[in-house]
């Protein structure tokens, strides 16, 4: 077991589940130090990565976890990877490896490796150890901490799934160098989220450092990583499971970003449809009177500034309704979307009337 613990960036309380986050560059040459120092008895892993991520940067993890004597399991790339079949492959995978309960499943890729691979850990054995170390910047500023799992239906996205924390978060930022700009964006948006719901001074050093993010530089955004998790922890924290009404607001811009990320087949990325999603529960915060017209026209500047369209693609409403009624926030197929109230303040959670939606969504429409 190699030694060396350098210290966490955060830690997420959660008692038994509580686990320590890493975050920096060079942190991915030292997992196998992190896992050891973590779970000494731990045998066996299987790293779950995708093609891309693999070809990158899969010999450094497997290098750094030879202790554990690592199987390297590969998964498409992008969100065609999150399916029952690829979930069942991946646990023939385990079984094929000899993975018992001290095993431990490493995620190394983006959201889509993360929700997969994590899903499949946590039903293996009734769930064996998952190390999250996420690689784009989506999955490092937000869907690496929580325990989400998820796979997605054709019906809607992330229908079936689990809460199963991991047991380290491992975010090498120095990985962050080969992400195309467009992925840069697509995770912005989740820290432009982050920023309007519980952090305005977040949301300003965004708006600021536009161009440094965007330009790659690995000081500003190992930053934006670090105030991003806090935010992120403290819902979870607050609500692991999403039954007190705190993590809920974590959905901003997820209703109608879902649906279009659905409806657009894979055209737009995760992060794109969050920052349209954001954009028309605001609008309709604005016409609801509980959001600052101001408001809206900032978080409206911060999101272009960082190079995301705030307009929805055109999409038909009616299959967009059809969508949002499956969103796991709906009631008796009543929609309910999170509002924001102001900058840097708690968004609540209001039922929409469809037409009141739609005219939203039409408002905000390109084409
Ligand atoms: N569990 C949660 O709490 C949570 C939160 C937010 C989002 N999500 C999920 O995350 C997913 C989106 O994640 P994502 O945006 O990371 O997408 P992704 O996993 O599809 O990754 C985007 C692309 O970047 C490539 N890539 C990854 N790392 C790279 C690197 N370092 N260099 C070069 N290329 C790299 C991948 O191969 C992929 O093609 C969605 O499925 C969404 O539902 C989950
Ligand atoms: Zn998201």
Not at 25 to 40: I, M, N, T, Y
Not at 53 to 59: H, I, S, T
Request: hydrophobic fraction near 45%.
């Amino acid at each position: 077991v190699p030694a060396l613990n350098p210290s966490p960036a955060l830690t997420v309380n959660l008692g038994e589940r509580g686990y320590p986050v890493y975050v920096g560059p060079r942190v991915l040459e030292g997992l196998g130090a992190l896992v050891g120092a973590h779970a000494p008895d731990a045998m066996g892993c299987v790293v779950v990565t995708s093609e891309s991520v693999g070809r990158l940067y899969g010999g450094l993890a497997a290098d750094s976890l030879r202790w554990l004597k690592p199987t390297v399991l590969t998964v498409p790339d992008g969100e065609q990877a999150k399916t029952w079949d690829q979930a069942s492959a991946l646990i023939g995978g385990f079984v094929a490896a000899g993975l018992d309960r001290r095993g431990t499943v490493v995620a190394l890729g983006g959201g889509t490796v993360g929700d997969l691979a994590g899903f499949a850990a946590s039903i293996y054995l009734r769930g064996v150890r998952l190390v999250q170390a996420p690689t784009t910047l989506l999955s490092q500023a937000d869907s690496c901490v929580g325990g989400k799992t998820a796979v997605n239906l054709s019906e809607a996205k992330n229908l079936v799934g689990t809460f199963s924390q991991p047991a380290l978060v491992a975010a090498d930022t120095g990985l962050l160098r080969s992400l195309p700009r467009r992925e840069v964006a697509s995770g912005l948006a989740e820290v432009v989220k982050h920023g309007v719901i519980a952090d305005g001074a977040l949301f300003r050093m965004i708006g600021d450092r536009s161009r440094e993010f965007l330009g790659g530089d690995e000081e500003a955004l190992a930053a934006a990583v670090r105030r991003s998790l806090a935010v992120k922890a403290s819902f979870v924290e607050g609500d692991e499971r999403e039954t007190r009404g705190l993590r809920v607001c974590l959905n901003y811009g997820h209703t109608v970003g879902h649906a279009v990320e659905r409806l657009s087949g894979g055209g737009v990325r995760h992060g794109e449809a969050v920052a349209m999603g954001m954009d028309v529960a605001a609008s309709l915060a604005v016409s609801r009177g509980l959001l600052p017209e101001k408001e809206l026209s900032r978080q409206r500047l911060v999101l272009r500034g960082v190079g995301l369209d705030t307009r929805v693609p055109g999409v038909d409403a009616r299959e967009l309704l059809r969508v949002a009624r499956r969103d796991k926030k709906a009631q008796g197929g009543r929609i309910r979307l999170v509002l924001p109230t102001g900058i840097g303040s708690r968004p609540v959670l209001e039922e929409v009337a469809e037409p009141e939606l739609v005219r939203a969504v039409e408002e905000n429409m390109v084409g």
